[in-house]
């Protein structure tokens, strides 16, 4: 299963791009439909107005999309990641200019 470093974003119940956030590893199956982060399982939908994915046990709304190195992850707002310890030497090489694990290519 690829794992990705991933911008995560909590959509539902919160204002556009004020909802708690992560950078954090998220795992997909080969057909990038569904992912795995934190004990959860999110199907890819189209159709929701601010996300892309919504977690199938609790109908939440997640926005998932690669990290941006100049950290403007979030559109709207100024709501800054926490960054999980696992991934934080990969992330912190990101923002120097290494690529993301996966990412080699782009």
């Known amino acids: 299963m690829p794992e990705r470093v991933m911008f995560v974003q909590l959509k539902s119940g919160h204002d556009i791009d004020r909802g708690p956030c992560w950078i954090s590893s998220v795992r997909f199956t080969s057909s990038w439909q569904t992912a795995y982060w934190r004990d959860r399982t999110l199907r890819r939908a189209a159709g929701m107005f601010d996300a892309n994915f919504y977690d199938v046990d609790t109908d939440e709304e997640f926005w998932l999309s690669g990290p941006h190195r100049d950290r403007s992850d979030t559109r709207?707002?100024?709501?800054?990641p926490q960054v999980d310890d696992d991934?934080?030497?990969v992330?912190?090489?990101f923002l120097n200019g290494a690529p993301l694990p996966g990412r080699e290519q782009g």
Not at 76 to 80: K, R
């Open 91 to 93: 992330y912190e090489a």
């Open 87 to 89: 991934v934080r030497d």
């Open 76 to 80: 709207y707002s100024t709501v800054v």
